[in-house]
T-cell receptor, first 114, second 115 residues
Framework: AQSVAQPEDQVNVAEGNPLTVKCTYSVSGNPYLFWYVQYPNRGLQFLLKYITGDNLVKGSYGFEAEFNKSQTSFHLKKPSALVSDSALYFCAVRALYGNNRLAFGKGNQVVVIP | DAGITQSPRHKVTETGTPVTLRCHQTENHRYMYWYRQDPGHGLRLIHYSYGVKDTDKGEVSDGYSVSRSKTEDFLLTLESATSSQTSVYFC??????????????FGPGTRLLVL
């Protein structure tokens, strides 16, 4: 069965500083990896995904993520955080070959301090 | 929210009553999902559907049933609501095509309180 760990409950960062949200995963075989963002009282919005190809994936709102197979990680990054990036971020994984169920992490609350 | 609506958006009910939540999509996507979101648990899959009248259980399916009589609608029923089913419920859709490659897109959610 697949699983995701997001080790930090909350990430605090000053506006303008780099933002990193960590994600490690466990899955049989090759993974599909996703990042979603949730603003208060809203549904989850898709940010980016890794399926195959380049290990560095670029997504919406200036976010990017790097797939590292040896470390089974898929950390989300943004070079310069904005106050509007304050939200809940979820990492998710599914096996490349298998059913299309996603396993979600518990989420990371990101607080960008002005 | 990617052509997905959920109704109702908020509901308060009493223990022991049946409750039905509706998810409606206008994207003609094949797959539909129901999740619940609880603090400290992230999102957990309740049931999903891979086509009309084709459904399967997720990791937290006890006390829930689903039906999909047409592509655009996926209903979640709490057969006899309990306080442990107080949660925020999200519907999601996905499809197998070159553009989306099975990315799941989420509805706005239904906040359910069981008293």
């Amino acid at each position: 069965a697949q699983s995701v760990a997001q080790p930090e409950d909350q990430v605090n960062v000053a506006e303008g500083n780099p933002l990193t949200v960590k994600c490690t995963y466990s899955v049989s075989g090759n993974p599909y990896l996703f990042w979603y963002v949730q603003y208060p009282n809203r549904g989850l919005q898709f940010l980016l995904k890794y399926i195959t190809g380049d290990n560095l994936v670029k997504g919406s709102y200036g976010f990017e993520a790097e797939f590292n197979k040896s470390q089974t990680s898929f950390h989300l990054k943004k070079p310069s955080a904005l106050v509007s990036d304050s939200a809940l971020y979820f990492c998710a994984v599914r096996a490349l070959y298998g059913n299309n169920r996603l396993a979600f992490g518990k989420g990371n609350q990101v607080v960008v301090i002005p | 929210d990617a052509g997905i609506t959920q109704s109702p958006r908020h509901k308060v009910t009493e223990t022991g009553t049946p409750v039905t939540l509706r998810c409606h999509q206008t994207e003609n996507h094949r797959y539909m999902y129901w999740y619940r979101q609880d603090p400290g648990h992230g999102l957990r899959l309740i049931h999903y559907s891979y086509g009309v009248k084709d459904t399967d259980k997720g990791e937290v399916s006890d006390g829930y049933s689903v039906s999909r009589s047409k592509t655009e609608d996926f209903l979640l029923t709490l057969e006899s609501a309990t306080s442990s089913q107080t949660s925020v419920y999200f519907c999601a859709i996905s499809d197998m095509n070159l553009t989306d490659q099975e990315t799941q897109y989420f509805g706005p959610g239904t906040r359910l309180l069981v008293l």
